[in-house]
């Protein structure tokens, strides 16, 4: 730290991303990465389009890629933002929705990022207890008095909530903005955009990342009303107008009309996850219900970080969260079958 750092800024413990170790080829299960390339139709976009306008600015209204995904949600273009990642929505939404008054409420164990943008604001944190069982204790977000942020799934768990329970944490903080962060749900859970008919203090938070495949794109948007939308606008053209390079753009917006080739992936993913657990449960482990493109996961002897320290030495990466309830677990990205069964491989050969 220089002298010079602002005191409010002296604590802060910053988010520490999954390891991706440029040193060797490990089979990367880390950091919920699609393991298939994205769809071809981006591909083949960048070489046709105008590399050679990137002298100018991208769009800053990011209008053809809003106009595609609002086709896809079937809502009004003025109901979407765009992003550079979702975390930088996310960050808006902190910036915007929570200060004095108004605490950053989510969950213990969830998104890591949650607390690191409550305390780059200054922000108070409202931090509630999952059930022992990791899912989520819905009344206990009712009346929060705060802006609640829940990821649906939720991570690192994989535990999905209902559109009912949603619902119901909606209906009982109307003078509250709730966040639904929906990285994970084209894995299995349900939306929640159909309750923005009914909900004008729900934004729905999605990504590029991890069921479109352009994790390096660094893409995500909201879906939000109108009048909230505006809000996030009015952070995002007061930090960076041009938050979304011209390449990303063109990316998303042929990864947005190529359906099929999404559900092609999420397909093999869901296949391949189902497959991941029963032979997983096989061995013994525990495995938490997952909606995700992951699976949380206790080996029946190795604590996490022994499983975790001996899959790296074959080659092999997971996440271990070193927290006391997490301790015997780690995550487990779904892979493609082939990776699976080289983890499956790699556990089978661990002398105990
Ligand atoms: C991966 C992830 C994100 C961030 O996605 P980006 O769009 O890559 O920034 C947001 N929320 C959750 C829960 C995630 O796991």
Do not use: W
């Amino acid at each position: 730290m220089s002298r010079y750092l602002h005191n409010r800024y002296k604590d802060m413990i910053p988010y520490v991303p999954g390891e991706q170790p440029q040193n060797r080829e490990y089979i990367k299960l880390n950091t919920n990465e699609n393991p298939y390339p994205p769809s071809p139709d981006a591909l083949k976009a960048l070489e046709n389009n105008k590399l050679n306008k990137l002298n100018l600015y991208p769009d800053p209204s990011t209008k053809s890629l809003i106009d595609a995904i609002a086709q896809k949600y079937n809502v009004n273009n003025e109901q979407i933002i765009i992003g550079n990642g979702s975390d930088e929505i996310l960050a808006f939404c902190f910036q915007a929705f929570c200060g004095e008054g108004i605490p950053a409420c989510f969950p213990d164990l969830s998104y890591g990022f949650y607390p690191v943008f409550a305390d780059l604001y200054s922000l108070t944190k409202k931090v509630i207890k999952l059930k022992e069982d990791f899912s989520i204790s819905v009344s206990d977000y009712f009346n929060a008095n705060a802006t609640i942020f829940v990821a649906n799934p939720n991570a690192p768990t994989g535990i999905a909530l209902s559109l009912e329970q949603i619902r119901d944490i909606l209906k009982s903080n109307i003078d509250n903005i709730v966040v639904i962060d929906e990285a994970y749900v084209d894995f299995g859970a349900d939306s929640s955009v159909e309750l923005l008919d009914e909900f004008e203090n729900l934004i729905v938070i999605k990504t590029f990342s991890k069921s479109c495949n352009l994790a390096g794109a660094r893409l995500g948007y909201a879906i939000a009303s109108k009048e909230v939308i505006r809000d996030l606008n009015t952070i995002k053209f007061s930090f960076n107008p041009y938050n979304v390079n011209s390449i990303s753009l063109i990316l998303g917006e042929a990864v947005i009309k190529d359906e099929q080739y999404l559900v092609q992936c999420l397909d093999n993913i869901k296949n391949t996850r189902q497959y991941t657990i029963e032979q997983l449960e096989t061995r013994n482990f525990k495995v938490l219900p997952s909606k995700a493109n992951f699976v949380f996961a206790s080996h029946p002897i190795f604590c996490g970080k022994d499983y975790y320290n001996l899959l790296k030495n074959k080659g092999i990466l997971v996440r271990y969260f070193d927290l006391e309830r997490t301790k015997k677990f780690v995550r487990i990205t779904i892979g493609t079958k082939k990776q699976m069964d080289a983890l499956l491989k790699a556990t089978d050969e661990m002398e105990v």
